[in-house]
């Protein structure tokens, strides 16, 4: 069946009907644009879904097969195509359409165009861009500012940008956004004014294939932004530090420490206050968050505030008041002298790492979902030396159980199906250990039982609450 697309008219393809490629689609119809929206399934809420896009003047098919032959499928090939972040940038489909000369661009691109001038912070990082993306924000607000978070978190930045498109809405001040490495590949265009990175650790290599091309894409959004902040506390970030030709370098360590290594940091940390070049700045125990990871978070986005023009003690005032982020590390509850953490956001290796070195045990810990490729052994490591016993649920159940026992964990290991199940075993574990808190840091993405992380966190939540 050969698709009509939109007769006689240049028209924009948008691949997929999930929350990026509606708000790309809708967003280019309020911008004047013809839009074709095609998504491959097909079901009673995606036709519902489709129903009320049509209404809006936006054209949709479902079940089109997303392969190399996609053009034959159209009566007219598009002008360009906007592809949400699920799809991989090598797809052959999206191949096809670049080898017929069809501009291909990711989703993030609608949203970078329709809010131009507006400066954007855009912030990626393997760990710690969520958090970073919270405080930035949370930070900028209390100095009085209009600068929405959107992106990778809360709202899709096009989203964001339909909705400043409305006539009683105005433009934001700064856009504060944070960028998968999904989304920075597929908006080449993309040059914040202020880029940050956090850290850099394997992730998401079984979409980009090595490390090496991961960290070249991470690169490519700060070597396009006009200030740069990264965090010299990161082992690859300062591997590479004399690779940077301007960069304001933090770090969480003394002065000395990054001046040793050839580096004049922007920011550092002596005698638990923030120091500049113009000396100390505020308290670095300002946040309550807990774990010495969250110092480098305060410190970059203390750095983005000094750029803003803000100062010490404003900035300081701002991170006490800081309620923390959801889904990582969040303080749940306390039962009869546990603590309950929900760090479903530790959907890697090294992020459920971070979480352990983070907290004071002894824990039980929850893990578990749909694996990643990543080295397991420092994650296994701080296991070792902070849990009494580890939960394990989900797909990776069987595969974590083997890490364990292979990898020397001398704790108790449980397995499950499901978070229904390991709470309440969690609560007799965190009993029988004389556990001082339960952690769910999965170390794993939640596809296999869950929408996303915020789902598998929000029902963790409930179940912890409901004890």
């Given amino acids: 069946m050969v698709i009509e697309a939109v007769p006689g008219q240049p028209y924009t393809l948008v691949l997929g009907l999930g929350r990026s490629g509606i708000g790309a689609a809708r967003l280019l119809r309020r911008l004047g644009r013809s839009v074709l929206l095609i998504e491959s399934n097909s079901n009673d809420s995606l036709a519902a879904k489709a129903e009320a896009l049509r209404a809006e003047g936006i054209a949709v ?10 053009l034959s ?14 799809i991989r940038w090598d797809h052959p489909a999206l191949e096809a359409l670049r080898t017929a000369g069809v501009r291909c661009d990711g989703e993030i691109t609608t949203a970078w165009e329709a809010t131009r001038p507006v400066p954007w912070i855009g912030i990626t990082g393997t760990n710690g861009k969520t958090t970073v993306t919270h405080l930035v924000a949370h930070l900028l ?33 700064w856009l504060v956004v944070e960028l998968s490495s999904y989304q920075i590949e597929a908006a080449p265009a993309l040059a914040p004014q202020i880029g ?16 090496d091309h991961y960290r070249a894409i991470k690169r490519s959004l700060l070597e396009r932004s006009a200030v740069r902040i990264l965090n010299f506390d990161d082992p690859d970030l300062r ?38 070049a113009t000396g100390p700045l505020l308290d670095a125990r300002a946040l309550a968050m807990p774990g010495a990871h969250n110092r480098q978070n305060l410190l970059m986005a203390a750095a983005v505030g000094l750029e803003l023009g803000l100062d010490g003690s404003a900035m300081e005032a701002a991170f006490r008041a800081f309620p923390g982020v959801p889904h990582r590390l969040e303080r749940i509850r306390e039962l009869n002298g546990v603590t309950w953490f929900n760090d479903s956001k530790a959907t890697n290796y090294d992020a459920a790492e971070v ?27 701080q296991l070792q030396g902070q849990s009494r016993a580890v939960v394990l649920f989900g797909a990776a ?14 704790g108790a290991i449980e397995t499950v ?38 789902a598998r966190g929000d029902h963790f939540r409930q179940l912890v609450q409901a004890l």
Avoid at 355 to 379: F, H, I, M, N, T
Wanted: proline fraction near 6%.
């Fill in 417 to 454: 199906e499901g978070l229904a199940e390991a709470v309440p075993l969690a609560r007799e574990l965190a009993a029988q250990h004389d556990c001082r808190a339960v952690l769910l840091s999965p170390a794993c993405a939640s596809f296999d039982q869950y929408r996303d992380f915020e």
């Fill in 73 to 86: 499928r159209f009566s007219a090939a598009p002008e360009r195509v906007i592809v949400s972040p699920g």
């Fill in 141 to 173: 607000a209390a100095a009085g500012l209009d600068a929405p978070m959107c992106g990778n978190v809360g709202h899709s930045a096009a989203e964001l940008a339909l909705e400043r498109q409305a006539p009683d809405q105005r433009q934001p001040d």
């Fill in 61 to 70: 098919a479902l079940g089109v097969p997303l392969d190399a032959s996609i």
């Fill in 196 to 211: 940050l990175w956090t850290t850099l650790t394997p992730d998401h290599l079984e979409r980009h294939g090595t490390l």
């Fill in 397 to 410: 159940e069987a595969e974590f159980r083997d890490l364990l026992e292979q990898g020397g964990y001398a």
């Fill in 239 to 276: 591997s590479r530090a004399g690779s940077w030709d301007q960069a304001r370098w933090i770090t969480a360590g003394p002065h000395e420490a990054a001046a040793t290594a050839g580096v004049t940091p922007h920011l550092w940390i002596e005698a638990d206050q923030v120091i500049g």
């Fill in 355 to 381: 979480a352990l070195r983070a907290l004071e045990g002894p824990l039980v810990v929850l893990a578990g979902g749909e694996s990643k490729l990543g080295d397991a052994s420092g994650w296994i490591a």
